[in-house]
């Protein structure tokens, strides 16, 4: 168990729809990421945000969108989902200081779009 | 940009023997980080191993140990004794020292390592 969890594990929608994943980091972790994981597309940065600040951004659509509380949890926000966005959503976490180049990842997010 | 290559997309061994898995990856960085995840068939992710590009030693982690080669950009991991519960996608990542704290993760495509009994 990495300590990180994620919310709801499994998720199906429709064509159109929007769905929040949600994330809580290991306690005391400030970063937070996101990441897709799809068939043809492999394992892809999406977006980080560090203390409530997005800090870098990947390949994350305009279609989505991301923010961190100020409890540090996060929330991946997927509007106008298409079939092509069904993947595994991870959401990772890494701690501050000198130990802050691990991340740790979650279990992931299955979100299938019909 | 970087970019990570392994090239292996699939390994199969028996049980027990010892198996190198390769990983190049190209940067115009000198200080980063790389790591090998391994992903079972939960699809959890799980961190095995990480080596840290300043120190010239090698990362050891009980039967995981790296052979990492920083000129080259080659960065490989040997699993010893290899057990049953090895067999999963392993994934070579590369991360950039952004000082201030961690930063986001490169992945190769992954290789299929398939341990034999």
């Known amino acids: 168990d990495s300590g990180v969890t994620q919310t709801p594990k499994h998720l199906i929608t429709a064509t159109g729809q929007r769905v929040t994943l949600r994330c809580s980091p290991r306690?005391?972790?400030?970063?937070v990421y996101w990441y897709q994981q799809s068939l043809d597309q492999g394992l892809q940065f999406l977006i980080q945000?560090?203390?409530?600040?997005?800090?870098a951004k990947g390949n994350i659509l305009e279609r989505f969108s991301a923010q961190q509380f100020p409890d540090l949890h996060s929330e991946l926000n997927l509007s106008s989902l298409e079939l092509g966005d069904s993947a595994l959503y991870f959401c990772?976490?890494?701690?501050?200081?000198?130990?802050?180049?691990?991340?740790?990842f979650g279990e992931g997010s299955w979100l299938t779009v019909v | 940009a970087q970019t990570v290559t392994q090239s292996q997309p699939e390994m199969s061994v028996q049980e027990a023997e010892t198996v190198t898995l390769s990983c190049t990856y190209d940067?115009?960085?000198?200080?980063?980080?790389l790591f090998w995840y391994k992903q079972p068939p939960s699809r959890q992710m799980i961190l095995v191993i990480r080596?840290?590009?300043?120190?010239?030693q090698n990362a050891t982690e009980n039967r995981f140990s790296v052979n990492f080669q920083k000129a080259a950009k080659s960065f490989s991991l040997k699993i010893s004794d290899s057990q049953l519960g090895d067999t999963a996608m392993y994934f070579c990542?590369?991360?950039?020292?952004?000082?201030?704290?961690?930063?986001?993760?490169?992945f190769g495509k992954g290789t299929h390592l398939i341990i034999q009994p």
């Open positions: 306690s005391g972790d400030l970063s």
């Open positions: 940067t115009s960085e000198n200080n980063y980080y």
């Open positions: 990542a590369f991360m950039k020292h952004s000082g201030g704290g961690a930063d986001g993760l490169t």
């Open positions: 080596q840290e590009a300043y120190k010239q």
């Open positions: 990772a976490s890494s701690p501050r200081g000198p130990s802050g180049n691990t991340i740790y």
């Open positions: 945000y560090y203390n409530g600040e997005e800090r």
